[in-house]
T-cell receptor, first 114, second 116 residues
Framework: GNSVTQMEGPVTLSEEAFLTINCTYTATGYPSLFWYVQYPGEGLQLLLKATKADDKGSNKGFEATYRKETTSFHLEKGSVQVSDSAVYFCALSPLRSNDYKLSFGAGTTVTVRA | GAVVSQHPSWVICKSGTSVKIECRSLDFQATTMFWYRQFPKQSLMLMATSNEGSKATYEQGVEKDKFLINHASLTLSTLTVTSAHPEDSSFYIC????????????FGPGTRLTVL
């Protein structure tokens, strides 16, 4: 079956520090990969996605590259801000039509201190 | 971008009562919606797939008679927690696939259910 393994948190950083959250997956075929973010008190929002090998998703200074050889989709940001404090979820969706079920990682809580 | 709303945003009820949660796609039609449950500091667990005009598909271990799902229109799915008990207290979240990009989903803000 499909599964996502995500680096456990919590992660606490200082502003302008480099952030990496590791994510690896197990899936049949080539799924689409996502990072979702959940800010305090809000619902999940799509942060970025990649749909095929070597694709790089990017948004708001965050990046993640779809690595088929290592089945990974690590999230990175070079200089975090206090406003990046949130819970980050790695997820995958199987590449089959009409099957859009998402499998989520456990989530990583990130706290950025000023 | 597309918006998914949920109502209510929070609800407190007595044990044994039933609670209905609505999920609406505000500016697009959704033949499929998903219902998740999220425990504190944990990930989202898919409960069921709501299908417009047909029965919902439940994930293994989810009681279909306990969590009733109705998808009566292309913009509305409802989840009814029947005879709620304190262990049903959780954060319930719905999502709907984007039109033309089904692997991207839009999430509702969630409903916090507390059963006393």
């Amino acid at each position: 079956g499909n599964s996502v393994t995500q680096m456990e948190g919590p992660v606490t950083l200082s502003e302008e520090a480099f952030l990496t959250i590791n994510c690896t997956y197990t899936a049949t075929g080539y799924p689409s990969l996502f990072w979702y973010v959940q800010y305090p008190g809000e619902g999940l929002q799509l942060l970025l996605k990649a749909t095929k090998a070597d694709d790089k998703g990017s948004n708001k200074g965050f990046e993640a590259t779809y690595r088929k050889e290592t089945t990974s989709f690590h999230l990175e940001k070079g200089s975090v801000q206090v406003s990046d404090s949130a819970v980050y979820f790695c997820a995958l969706s199987p590449l089959r039509s009409n099957d859009y079920k998402l499998s989520f990682g456990a989530g990583t809580t990130v706290t950025v201190r000023a | 971008g597309a918006v998914v709303s949920q109502h209510p945003s929070w609800v407190i009820c007595k044990s044994g009562t039933s609670v209905k949660i609505e999920c609406r796609s505000l500016d697009f039609q959704a033949t499929t919606m998903f219902w998740y449950r999220q425990f504190p500091k944990q990930s989202l667990m898919l409960m069921a797939t709501s299908n417009e005009g047909s029965k919902a598909t439940y994930e293994q271990g989810v009681e279909k008679d306990k969590f009733l799902i109705n998808h009566a229109s292309l913009t509305l799915s409802t989840l009814t927690v029947t005879s709620a008990h304190p262990e049903d207290s959780s954060f319930y979240i719905c999502s709907a696939p984007a039109v033309g990009a089904g692997d991207t989903q839009y999430f509702g803000p969630g409903t916090r259910l507390t059963v006393l």
